[in-house]
């Protein structure tokens, strides 16, 4: 559905037009009252589902994830253009580049899994 409503628009587009503006005022590509109101819908429709708590983390997990979540950012944008654009575009055109991406988002994801499965056999 988001596909038809604006075929062009992805949430790292939405990300980066206000990155862009902030960092360049005279040069604005502030984003459309039709993207504000896809990420607000977005986001109620994340708060219908399930609701999680906040824990406490020790300050080894919290650069592990911060270091994860680096890692995650740097292969999103050698993934030209973010992952959510290899899934959303890329790969239902059936673009070479847009499958060794997603492979690559999905072989990242089984081996931090089975990382995460032998670390905790060690335990």
């Keep these: ?23 360049n005022p005279e040069l604005s590509s502030w984003p459309t009252l039709s993207e504000h109101l896809i990420i607000a ?17 020790t300050k080894k997990q919290f650069i592990t994830h911060c ?6 950012g740097i292969g999103a944008s050698l993934a030209l253009g973010g992952n959510d654009t290899q899934v959303l575009f890329a790969l239902p055109a059936l673009s070479l580049g847009g499958m ?18 032998l670390r905790q056999q060690q335990k």
């Design 100 to 117: 060794l991406a997603c492979f690559g988002i999905i072989g990242g994801i089984m081996i931090a899994l089975k990382l995460i499965t």
């Design 67 to 72: 270091s994860a979540g680096i890692l995650m």
């Design 41 to 57: 819908l977005l986001l109620i429709g994340m708060s219908f589902g399930k609701k999680h708590s906040f824990i406490a983390i």
């Design 1 to 23: 559905m988001l596909t038809q409503i604006n075929p062009h628009w992805s949430p790292s587009h939405y990300l980066q037009a206000i990155t862009y503006t902030l960092s």
